[in-house]
């Protein structure tokens, strides 16, 4: 392999190294932010907040006495409080030494339990905060959709398409349409339709109705060919409206769907549309586990195209009460699923392969990262949102076990003996650790 050939896969390890090392450090300095300001707030001063590990390669002492620096290993990062032995925790007795009460206060070890357990809270809390915000922000820039459905942008297709911007859209095939912020109607109203390449659209244009031809509801259109998938490494695009699969030729997305999922994973080869010309592709479709609404996961076959309507439609700002309160149901929905895979993991129902390590999430980092800001922006809060839940898991070392801790101190009156931390603590290390390395192997030995 010669040198020209490298190049491009070097710019493209750069790209994704460094998409990577920026996701996981705007989500790291908002957790320990949350652990600094929180303790501060609580009247615990922190003697070192560091952004990565190992040789640091820049420091500053403020006025507080807080050293803030930049270490060589952009991988994580820490806050050490007064009287700590370590970044980790745990007591240093040296330094609690000759110690007044009003110092010792001022302590992590000295503070009162309340402080201690709302400092470690604050990191997974201020990530929630940040998936929050980053998902609110999204919502106000996208918008919602208008009533009623109004088209905003039309996609190219190679069929007869008769509808402009600006149409609203008030039946199809004769029989009225239901509100779009109606999913469960509306996807029952498409369903019911004829699957056909044509349809007729009854439209309010300039104040008077009048019907128009237009293309199937959802054709087979890649409105978002997700990164990583077959549908990428085989180079389907998005806006690529896929006409014939093995020489049958299909008109609806659902055409498509059924065709990938009855598949069982054997090649197929698409025809497809992009720009006026027919482009010949093949792929293989791959097994993926999928959530369903009683919490269960289906084994399916999948390419990582996304579809939807032909059109886009047109939106409006919601208020901010709404987006917050959408980018809170989101949240959610990231931390039920969360949970959902991983107990559906444990227990053989799902492949351990969903499982990703530092590779698969650096391999998305800069996927999402090509794909656009809004997209990049986007896997940020969903991380930040798997960060702060996995450092809510009662393993010590994390923060959910110091809360334990704290527990047990608020239950038995004092808090576990030295020797107790230091063999727990080195429990969850190690299961930590054999998180890290079998979540390594799924990411070099899975398909």
Not at 28 to 40: C, Q
Not at 90 to 109: F, K, N, S, W
Not at 384 to 412: I, K, M, R
Request: with cysteine; charged share 15%.
């Amino acid at each position: 392999m010669d040198i020209v050939t490298l190049v491009p896969q070097f710019g493209g390890l750069l790209w994704t190294l460094l998409a990577f090392v920026v996701a996981l450090s705007i989500i790291v300095a908002i957790h320990e932010y949350g652990h600094y300001i929180v303790g501060r707030w609580s009247g615990i001063d922190a003697e070192v907040f560091s952004l990565g590990f190992g040789p640091v390669l820049f420091s500053r002492t403020d006025r507080r006495g807080t050293q803030w620096q930049f270490a060589l290993l952009p991988l994580g990062g820490y806050v050490k409080f007064r009287g700590d032995a370590n970044p980790s925790g745990g007591t240093d007795a040296e330094a609690m030494t000759g110690l007044t009460e009003a110092e010792r206060r001022r302590t992590m070890t000295g503070a009162p339990l309340w402080a201690r357990a709302a400092t470690v809270a604050a990191g997974p809390i201020f990530n929630f905060i940040l998936s929050i915000l980053i998902f609110a922000g999204v919502f106000l820039a996208r918008g919602t959709v208008s009533e009623p459905l109004t088209v905003g942008e039309i996609y190219p297709l190679p069929v007869q398409n008769e509808l402009r911007v600006g149409d609203e859209i008030l039946g199809i095939e004769g029989q009225p349409l239901p509100p779009y912020d109606d999913p469960v109607a509306f996807e029952e109203y498409l369903d019911a339709l004829p699957v056909a390449p044509q349809l007729d659209y009854t439209v309010r244009r300039d104040g008077s109705e009048t019907v128009v031809p237009g293309p199937y509801v959802h054709p087979p259109l890649a409105t978002q060919v997700l990164p990583l998938s077959a549908a990428s490494e085989a180079g389907l695009e998005e806006g690529d409206v896929i006409l014939a699969i093995d020489g049958t030729p299909i008109t609806g997305f659902e055409d498509l769907r059924d065709i990938v999922e009855g598949s069982e994973g054997a090649p197929l080869a698409l025809s497809v549309w992009r720009g006026g010309e027919e482009v010949a592709l093949t792929l293989e479709p791959r097994r993926v586990d999928e959530p369903q609404p009683g919490g269960a996961f289906r084994t399916v076959y999948r390419i990582g195209v996304a579809g939807g309507l032909f059109f886009a439609p047109a939106t409006e700002t919601p208020g901010v009460g709404q987006a917050v309160g959408s980018a809170v149901g989101q949240v959610g929905e990231i931390i039920r699923g969360s949970i959902s895979g991983l107990w559906h993991m444990v227990t053989g129902a799902i492949s351990t392969c969903n499982l990703s390590g530092p590779i698969g999430i650096a391999e998305t980092s800069g996927a999402m990262a090509s794909e656009g800001t809004q997209s990049f922006i986007w896997f940020i809060a969903v991380l930040s949102t798997a960060v702060g839940l996995l450092n809510l898991f009662p393993v010590p070392v994390l923060d959910g076990g110091h809360l334990c801790f704290h527990a047990y101190e608020a239950v038995s009156g004092r808090p576990p003996s030295d020797k107790a931390l230091r063999v727990l603590m080195s429990i969850g290390l190690t299961l930590v650790l054999g998180l890290m390395v079998f979540a390594l192997t799924n990411d070099i030995f899975c398909p």
